[in-house]
T-cell receptor
Framework: AQSVTQLGSHVSVSEGALVLLRCNYS??????LFWYVQYPNQGLQLLLK??????LVKGINGFEAEFKKSETSFHLTKPSAHMSDAAEYFC??????????????FGKGTTLSVSS | ETGVTQTPRHLVMGMTNKKSLKCEQH?????MYWYKQSAKKPLELMFV???????ENNSVPSRFSPECPNSSHLFLHLHTLQPEDSALYLC??????????????FGQGTRLTVV
């Protein structure tokens, strides 16, 4: 069965520093991979996704992620953190992309704190 | 309205009450989902509906009863809940067909407190 592991439940960075949130997945077929962000008392918002093609994908708010099949990883990065990036981030996998009703499987989430 | 809308946003209910959560999507999607988000736990998939048919039930207790009258609406009927059922309940929808169409769109959730 597919699964997602997010290393580090809490990451703290200074404003302007590099953000790196780690995600490793397990999937029996080529996966579709996603990063979502959740602000307090809100639903989840899609940051970016990888389906096929270019392995480096860019998302909203300056985030990007790179799909590395050999490492089964999909780490999220942002060159320079902003205070507004403080939130919880979830990595998710779907390995039946062409079937309707295929639910995403989420990691446990990583809380990002940004200090001034 | 656009996107996925959940009502109510907050709900406090006693263990003997019966209440319902509502979710509506205006995206023309075919699949809808209920997730439970508890503190310090990963998102738990509860139910999946595909073209109004339930296709997945992740061993959810029978005190949670979903209903999907059409592809745009999803309900979660609650009765005789326990305090440990207190959580954020998230509804999502997705298209699911074809490449790149499997991302889920989430509502803002219903914060449920069982007292």
């Amino acid at each position: 069965a597919q699964s997602v592991t997010q290393l580090g439940s809490h990451v703290s960075v200074s404003e302007g520093a590099l953000v790196l949130l780690r995600c490793n997945y397990s999937s029996s077929v080529p996966p579709y991979l996603f990063w979502y962000v959740q602000y307090p008392n809100q639903g989840l918002q899609l940051l970016l996704k990888y389906t096929t093609g270019a392995t480096l994908v860019k998302g909203i708010n300056g985030f990007e992620a790179e799909f590395k099949k050999s490492e089964t990883s999909f780490h999220l990065t942002k060159p320079s953190a902003h205070m507004s990036d403080a939130a919880e981030y979830f990595c998710a996998v779907s390995d039946l992309p062409n079937q309707a009703g295929t639910a995403l499987i989420f990691g446990k989430g990583t809380t990002l704190s940004v200090s001034s | 309205e656009t996107g996925v809308t959940q009502t109510p946003r907050h709900l406090v209910m006693g263990m003997t009450n019966k209440k319902s959560l509502k979710c509506e999507q205006h995206l023309g999607h075919n699949a809808m989902y209920w997730y439970k988000q508890s503190a310090k736990k990963p998102l738990e998939l509860m139910f999946v509906y595909n073209f109004k048919e339930q296709t997945e039930n992740n061993s959810v207790p029978s005190r949670f009863s979903p209903e999907c009258p059409n592809s745009s609406h999803l309900f979660l009927h609650l009765h005789t809940l326990q305090p440990e059922d207190s959580a954020l309940y998230l509804c999502a929808s997705s298209q699911g067909y074809g490449q790149g169409n499997t991302e889920a769109f989430f509502g803002q959730g219903t914060r449920l407190t069982v007292v």
